[in-house]
């Protein structure tokens, strides 16, 4: 169990990353402009049959717990102007009533892969995901024309190369902080920091948040990487 009342904080010059739980810490940090999270997914991993072994990650997502599903109160509308938050197809019910309940306007969108496993047993090929934007007053989708579209096309991340099964491209993260609104950016959720390199990446500040170990040390490398990027970035 961690220890919540102290928890481990790395301090970047446009980050803050705490080994934390994010229940406990979330609603101590005050107001941030946007949460943009991809939390914990609610879905059923038993099964897959034969199809088991190419989906490859599914036993790591399962001893994880990455398939238990979010506490939706942790998007508390009245600490933030918008949220984006990542999630499966059978939580868009749940979650869509919620966030309409909490802000003004909320969109569905969708990462769609370039490269989706070939397979589909009883199902869909996966070659989608789909992550809500919702926001209150002043905090509405930001870019320009061709950057607001709901979709955005991208080859699956690199989950392999993090040991972290979930892993966001670029791209995608990307194309989601170019449409939010404000400086402060925080992600409860943020597993290997993919969040965080894209929006240190854009002049944004990163509040993140993730109790497993391994993937916060990820992070804090990862963050590190995209400072010194942006400090040798062109003007
Ligand atoms: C779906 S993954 C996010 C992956 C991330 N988008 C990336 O690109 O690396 C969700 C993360 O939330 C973390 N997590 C789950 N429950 C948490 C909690 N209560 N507090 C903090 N982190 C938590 C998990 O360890 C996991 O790394």
Redesign the pocket.
């Known amino acids: 169990m961690l220890d919540v009342t102290t928890p481990t904080v790395v301090t970047m010059e446009h980050a803050t990353l705490y080994l934390?739980?994010?229940?406990a810490l979330l609603p101590r940090l005050g107001w941030v402009d946007a949460i943009v999270t991809?939390?914990?997914?609610e879905f059923n991993t038993s099964g897959g049959g034969s199809f088991r072994e190419q989906r490859g990650h599914t036993d790591q997502i399962a001893e994880?717990?990455?398939d238990q599903g979010?506490d939706h109160s942790i998007i508390n509308s009245l600490l933030c102007g918008s949220v984006v938050v990542f999630c499966h197809n059978d939580q868009v019910p749940a979650l869509s009533a919620y966030l309409q309940g909490s802000f003004s306007r909320s969109v569905l969108c969708m990462w769609i892969k370039a490269n989706p496993m070939p397979m589909a047993n009883k199902h869909y090929v996966a070659d989608a995901e789909i992550y809500f934007h919702a926001w209150n007053r002043d905090h509405h989708p930001q870019g320009s024309l061709a950057e607001k579209k709901r979709h955005v096309r991208s080859q699956v991340?690199r989950g392999g190369k993090?040991g972290?099964a979930?892993?966001?491209p670029d791209t995608v993260m990307d194309k989601i902080i170019t449409n939010v609104a404000g400086k402060v950016i925080c992600d409860?959720?943020?597993?290997?920091?993919?969040?965080g390199v894209a929006a240190v990446k854009a002049g944004r500040t990163f509040i993140g948040?993730?109790?497993?170990p391994k993937?916060f040390a990820t992070a804090v490398e990862r963050l590190r990487l995209a400072h010194e990027q942006r400090v040798h970035a062109p003007p």
């Open positions: 934390a739980d994010a229940y991809d939390p914990p997914y994880e717990g990455l979010f991340g993090y972290h979930t892993v966001k409860p959720f943020m597993g290997t920091g993919s969040t948040i993730e109790h497993n993937h």
